[in-house]
């Protein structure tokens, strides 16, 4: 009963090449994110959906299309993947509701790039 | 804009001893606060939260955190620290309503020592 899940959680992959994450939440929350996780651990968000419709969009290349084909899943494609993208990548859902609200995360995924 | 900052990038205390850890924010209105704890290889998990009222906050695994809004503060305190509470620790802020962002600190990494 994972509230929020990630696939895959490693990702090893060439340069150049397309992948996609994919995230879900059982929470029944409309709001849900994209975080990048550096070496450094700086946690940044990239995206942010509400409802399926995008309200953040944190000045991310364009080769990174998130997909929201329901309020419970928020997945991220990336184009022609480059050495600056290996990083940790988190899903997170949050509940805006006043003195409730709370972001819960996923577990991550790893993505490396060689 | 908001932002948050962690002056400690890493802090090592011996087991037992008392831990505070240092979050300063910088936000126009009333700022909701928040510290997540990031073992390794982990998602972040919520410790705690400020949003109103006692600005003494208590939150889990023995954590609090007091909400100094003269000092722009939120900063975490445990009076005895166990060896699994070895982590990375986010502080992060918000606001109230609407669909804003959380904006998090550079995390503080704690080491423990026997």
């Known amino acids: 009963d994972t509230a929020v899940s990630q696939t895959p959680k490693y990702l090893v992959t060439q340069m150049g090449n397309d992948k996609s994450i994919k995230c879900e939440q059982n929470?029944?929350?409309?709001?849900m994110y994209w975080y990048k996780q550096d070496s450094k651990k700086f946690l940044k968000i990239m995206f942010s959906y509400n409802n399926k419709e995008l309200i953040i969009n944190e000045t991310v290349p364009n080769r990174f299309s998130p997909k929201s084909p329901d309020k419970a899943h928020l997945n991220l494609h990336i184009n022609s993947l480059e050495l600056g993208d290996s990083a940790v990548y988190f899903c997170a859902s949050r509940k805006l509701a006043g003195a409730e609200d709370t972001q819960y995360f996923g577990p991550g995924t790893r993505l490396t790039v060689l | 804009a908001q932002s948050v900052t962690q002056p400690d990038i890493h802090i090592t205390v011996s087991e037992g001893a008392s831990l505070e850890l240092r979050c300063n924010y910088s936000y126009g209105a009333t700022p909701y606060l928040f510290w997540y704890v990031q073992s390794p290889g982990q998602g972040l998990q919520l410790l705690l939260k400020y949003f109103s009222g006692d600005t003494l906050v208590q939150g889990i695994k023995g954590f609090e955190a007091e909400f100094k809004r003269s000092q722009s503060s939120f900063n975490l305190r445990k009076p005895s620290v166990h060896w699994s509470d070895a982590a990375e620790y986010f502080c992060a802020v918000t606001n109230s309503g609407g669909y804003q962002k959380v904006t998090f600190g550079t995390g503080t990494k704690l080491q423990v020592i026997p």
């Open positions: 929470l029944g929350h409309d709001t």
